[in-house]
């Protein structure tokens, strides 16, 4: 029994908490981020029709093979996740970490090859798993001072995309009345008017459903001018919240030992402890 803990707290080690120092859990999570960056390039191939009928018994194969790896790694941290404090539970703890995202996400990219629906694109987002292994962790780190700026200022982003539903649809219903007249094959509803909203206002303007009236074009003028301001203000947010967190990381001291930023509380600490 000690043996087999052991064991699966080395395991542990290798899959949910890799450490860069630790040359199996290197090799194991290279391995797997190289298997789903090969995934991921194999589905894009497949769509190429003549790259599927020459290799297409090469891609099946190497579909059933890193489908079998992957249910492996399944297995594998289903099983060792007991070693998790919250998890460890031996069947109560395991359904647990079944059903949190990235589990159910592996799981879900796993029973692609029995249903009809190819989701195997879905594999890239388990590269996250791999950020520290991969030596990463700078790249981890901006991504959580992103995502902490965002959530801070996610009423303002729920206020801007609020507005720039309405725009879309005050605008969508207002070219519709005007234009319906006109244009009836074209403008044949508010809801398919949508789409002449959604590309006018982002500026792409693919040309498939132009105002013809003086009005319609007349009022598509004004709210092409007032749509840009509109639309560039969740980019603003996301752009402002980008160089708060590239200035904060530039302005905290650096450790002399690994280079990576010192955080504030540490510095108040350190100085405390050496007065």
């Known amino acids: 029994m000690g043996s087999i803990n052991h064991h699966r707290a080395k395991l542990f080690n290798i899959l949910h908490k890799p450490s860069p120092q630790n040359k199996t859990a290197r090799y194991v999570n290279y391995f797997l981020a190289f298997l789903i960056f090969t995934n991921a390039l194999c589905v894009a191939l497949e769509t190429v029709s003549w790259m599927q009928f020459a290799y297409h018994k090469l891609f099946v194969g190497f579909e059933i093979l890193s489908t079998s790896v992957f249910v492996v790694e399944y297995l594998s941290r289903l099983w060792v996740c007991v070693e998790q404090a919250r998890f460890s539970a031996p069947i109560t703890g395991r359904i647990r970490y079944a059903l949190t995202p990235l589990a159910i996400l592996d799981l879900l990219v ?162 405390i402890e050496h007065r």
């Open 110 to 271: 796993i029973s692609t090859i029995w249903t009809s629906v190819d989701l195997r694109f879905l594999r890239m987002a388990r590269i996250v798993r791999l950020l520290r292994v991969l030596h990463l962790e700078d790249f981890e780190e901006s991504l959580q001072r992103i995502a902490k700026g965002l959530r801070m200022r996610k009423e303002l982003i729920i206020v801007s995309i609020t507005l720039m539903v309405i725009c879309i649809y005050a605008a969508s219903a207002v070219v519709y009345q005007l234009e319906q007249k006109a244009q009836p094959t074209v403008f044949t509803s508010i809801p398919a008017t949508f789409w002449w909203g959604i590309v006018s206002l982002t500026t792409v303007g693919y040309g498939d459903m132009i105002p013809q009236t003086p009005l319609g074009r007349l009022f598509s003028g004004c709210i092409f001018v007032f749509g840009i301001g509109v639309f560039a203000l969740p980019m603003a947010i996301v752009t402002a919240v980008i160089i708060e967190a590239s200035a904060d990381n530039s302005l905290s001291p650096l450790c002399k030992k690994c280079g990576h930023p010192i955080s504030a509380e540490k510095v108040e600490k350190s100085y």
